[in-house]
């Protein structure tokens, strides 16, 4: 009898979760095994924390996440603590590598020099470069520590170049739960996270990876992701304990699959439907009512502080994003052309904007804030009033922050500490979904 065993990402799961189908120690019997396990534990798992919490990066995943951490960059820096290879395999199949490195203390710049992507120094011939750490499979771009891979592609220009985590899905979602919610949040609240973080992304790149060299961005135009910084024992958990589970719901044609899993950070006191904020229509997010983000965002953030732009910025903030809006002439007004209605409060879902062509058009509020305050650090959500004073445009009474579709983050955390369970809380944001198991 041949028993496999594996060492898996997190330090604190329990002996019998770490038997599993990997291929890191073969052992051929059971004995063996309890007893390697245990002088691993017991010895100050000296073996461990060379891996720990790193994850099975020695097993080629399903597929690996790619996230663009630079974008049109001219130069970065790469520190490495381990030995790694470099390849410009032109099909990039082979992964034999170009060159070896032996670990290097000092930063490696990269830049293009005539065309050429060259590392610490030494040029590529091929417009795309593969840079694999050795064990334990980390390196840092820019002073930020990543897990897997960086794939360097020159873009069109010729002078610039995109840089790319290559990345297994499990150890870019602990880049993201941690980024997204803090460590210390119940468990259950961090388990929802992960498995709408796991979901959002699935779905993200079936529909949008194939028109680009990367599937996600790393901010929170997707989700936020932070890397290795990101991670501690508890976000681990949360991505280990959930592993493979994703959110599915009936699509028009009747079968079941993925869809985004939006979510944001405080809602308001009610989610809204994603049909007008994104446009898109699917069962799970239609908005619920939400009594449980109040006691959990702080009041300041909750209710966010009147914000005023000067008329001039906010008009070239518009026509910036949205250059067809030049038709209607100078821009003189805006007004509410649709909100969703709730008990306490409504959230402005349109946005008519009058010219002096005498024309006029209409944006999605979502889209309106973001063009006005890309960060949404300010403008936190379309939950408010706007009013023209003078020379200036204020937004006030506002409350909740982000899009609000999908679940609610604080609300999330406000149900896990009544006691819910990540299941509970996925289905009461996501009505009519059901978690199932992809990998
Ligand atoms: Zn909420």
Redesign the pocket.
């Known amino acids: 009898m041949s028993t496999t065993i594996q060492l898996t990402a997190n330090p604190t799961e329990n002996v019998s979760r770490k038997v599993s189908a990997g291929r890191n120690f073969r052992i051929s019997n059971g004995k063996a095994v309890t007893l390697f396990l245990s002088l691993v534990i017991l010895s100050g798992c000296k073996r461990r924390q060379l891996t720990t919490p790193s994850p099975q990066m020695d097993i080629e995943p399903q597929f690996w996440v790619k996230v663009l951490l630079l974008d049109k960059a001219e130069a970065c820096t790469l520190k490495i603590a381990s030995s790694f290879s470099i390849t410009d395999d032109p099909n990039l199949q082979t992964q034999l590598p170009t060159a070896r490195f032996d670990q290097i203390d000092a930063p490696i710049s990269i830049r293009l020099i005539n065309g050429e992507i060259t590392i610490g120094g030494r040029p590529f011939m091929n417009d795309e470069v593969i840079i694999f750490p050795d064990e334990p499979y980390i390196f840092k771009l820019n002073g930020d520590a990543y897990r897997g891979k960086l794939k360097l592609i020159i873009n069109p220009d010729g002078g610039t170049f995109d840089a790319i985590n290559l990345v297994p899905p499990d150890a870019y979602l602990a880049g993201v739960v941690g980024a997204e919610m803090p460590s210390y949040w119940e468990p259950e609240a961090l388990k929802a996270q992960a498995i709408a973080a796991r979901t959002y992304c699935f779905y993200i790149k079936k529909q949008f990876g194939g028109n680009h060299t990367w599937d996600m961005k790393k901010t929170a135009a997707h989700q936020v992701y932070r890397g290795v910084s990101a991670e501690s024992n508890q976000i681990w958990d949360a991505v280990n304990q959930t592993k493979g589970q994703v959110l599915v719901c009936k699509q028009t044609d009747g079968t079941e699959d993925i869809f985004p899993a939006y979510y944001s950070s405080?809602?308001?006191?009610h989610?809204e439907n994603s049909k007008n904020v994104f446009g898109d229509s699917f069962e799970p997010l239609i908005g619920v009512p939400?009594p449980?983000?109040r006691n959990v965002a702080r009041p300041k953030f909750f209710f966010w502080p009147m914000i005023q732009f000067d008329n001039t910025y906010v008009i070239n903030r518009l026509l910036r994003r949205y250059p067809n809006l030049k038709q209607l002439g100078e821009i003189t007004n805006f007004s509410p052309a649709a909100q969703s209605n709730y008990t306490e409060f409504s959230r402005l879902t349109k946005v008519e904007l009058s010219g002096s062509s005498g024309k006029s058009d209409f944006l999605r509020a979502e889209d309106f804030r973001l063009a006005i305050d890309p960060s949404g650090r300010k403008l936190r959500s379309t939950i408010c009033q706007i009013v023209k004073w003078g020379e200036k445009w204020a937004f006030l009474s506002g409350r909740g922050w982000g899009h609000g579709v999908g679940m609610?983050q604080?609300?999330a955390e406000g149900m896990a500490r009544q006691g819910k369970n990540a299941k509970q809380i996925l289905s009461y944001y996501y009505p009519d979904s059901k978690i199932i198991s992809v990998y």
Do not use: L, M
């Open positions: 405080t809602c308001g006191g989610t939400c449980y983000c609610c604080c609300g």
